[in-house]
């Protein structure tokens, strides 16, 4: 599996957008990119994932460079309630029986 | 969207102890996994399943075992807990199709005193 690169935590004011950025050079062309979060030792909740294209749903969007090395979690007015760790993750998408590997994540602080 | 139920949500228990850790799913997904995890650390898989009869070990060596007797059930068992069992255990299970899309139930909590 490509690993991936996570800055340990971030800071955003509540209101603004918080960009999580996620590096993983080495990713190949068939694995996909999976956004996970934890809030303070909940079960992980799964936000987005994508192969190639930008995707955007109801919770977040995600922005995947062209060359597919880096991608960028984008919750667009951040609240309280997205104060979480947020696991970026690279795996094959269509792989029966794949498991995902949690890393350390981004811890992010929205506050007040 | 699938519901991932565990019992219990906290256990205190005492070194020696048998306890059982229950997960439960009602989509009749195939896909299930045991993750355990210490306070402020990384998640790790310890069990997995991808049906009835079923049962592979993860990437963390655990001392727990797992069975899957029915399609809704995965329990993990601790035959004899020590205080080095203490952490969280998180289930989940992922649906069929391609997308690598897991659902987690809230965690068990155990304390081995």
């Known amino acids: 599996d490509a690993k991936t690169t996570q800055p340990p935590s971030m800071d955003c004011a509540e209101g603004r957008a918080a960009n999580l950025p996620c590096n993983h050079s080495?990713?190949?062309?068939?694995?996909?990119v999976y956004w996970y979060r934890q809030i303070h030792s909940q079960g992980p909740q799964y936000i987005i994932h994508?192969?190639?294209n930008n995707e955007t749903n109801e919770m977040a969007s995600l922005i995947i460079t062209e060359d597919r090395k880096s991608s960028t979690l984008i919750l667009p007015h951040a609240t309280l309630r997205d104060t979480a760790v947020y696991y970026c993750?690279?795996?094959?998408?269509?792989?029966?029986?794949?498991?995902?590997?949690f890393g350390g994540g981004t811890r992010l602080m929205v506050k007040p | 969207e699938a519901d991932i139920y565990q019992t219990p949500r906290y256990l205190v228990i005492g070194t020696g102890k048998k306890i059982t850790l229950e997960c439960s799913q009602t989509m009749g997904h195939d896909k299930m996994y045991w993750y355990q995890q210490d306070p402020g650390m990384e998640l790790h898989l310890i069990h997995y399943?991808?049906?009835?009869?079923?049962?592979e070990k993860g990437d963390l060596s655990s001392e727990s075992t797992v069975s899957r007797i029915r399609t809704e059930h995965f329990p993990l068992t601790l035959e004899s807990a020590r205080p080095s069992h203490t952490s969280q255990y998180l289930c989940?299970?992922?649906?069929?199709?391609?997308?690598?899309?897991?659902?987690f139930g809230a965690g068990s909590r155990l304390t081995v005193l």
């Open positions: 993750i690279v795996r094959v998408g269509n792989n029966a029986g794949n498991m995902l590997t």
């Open positions: 994508g192969l190639k």
């Open positions: 080495t990713i190949s062309g068939n694995e996909y």
């Open positions: 989940g299970d992922r649906g069929s199709g391609g997308a690598n899309v897991l659902t």
């Open positions: 399943s991808y049906g009835v009869n079923s049962t």
